[in-house]
């Protein structure tokens, strides 16, 4: 079993950066692809970034240059830089753990979600 507690979130004007973090438990952490994931009211989860065990990543087209997203193993935690924030990114963003390593890009692949982080960006 692995839990997942996110934090970082906030309030930010539109071109502000945030870092959110994501701190799981449990020893298998590096083996673990970990993503990053979001919700506005009234749409669905969208994917936003993922890190495989090996360390790969991936983005959505709508953050890529803006968002970085990192995982330290030492610390079985994973981090989301997010930086030239638009209004369009206020959202509640979740981490998830992948037991297969594989950075998904689809929420259905993840295995364990925190309770998620509240990131809201004004105009």
């Known amino acids: 079993q692995v839990q997942l507690v996110e934090s970082g979130g906030g309030l930010v004007q539109a071109g502000g950066s945030l870092r959110l973090s994501c701190a799981a438990s449990g020893r298998t952490f590096s083996s673990y692809a970990m993503g990053w994931f979001r919700q506005a009211p009234g749409k669905e989860r969208e994917f936003v970034a993922a890190?495989?065990?090996?360390?790969?990543?991936t983005y959505t087209n709508s953050v890529k240059g803006r968002f970085t997203i990192s995982r330290d193993n030492a610390k079985n935690t994973v981090y989301l830089q997010m930086n030239s924030l638009k209004p369009e990114d206020t959202a509640v963003y979740y981490c998830a753990a992948e037991s297969g390593g594989l950075a998904r890009r689809t929420p259905f692949g993840y295995d364990y979600w925190g309770q998620g982080t509240q990131v809201t960006v004004s105009s």
């Open positions: 890190v495989s065990w090996s360390g790969a990543t």
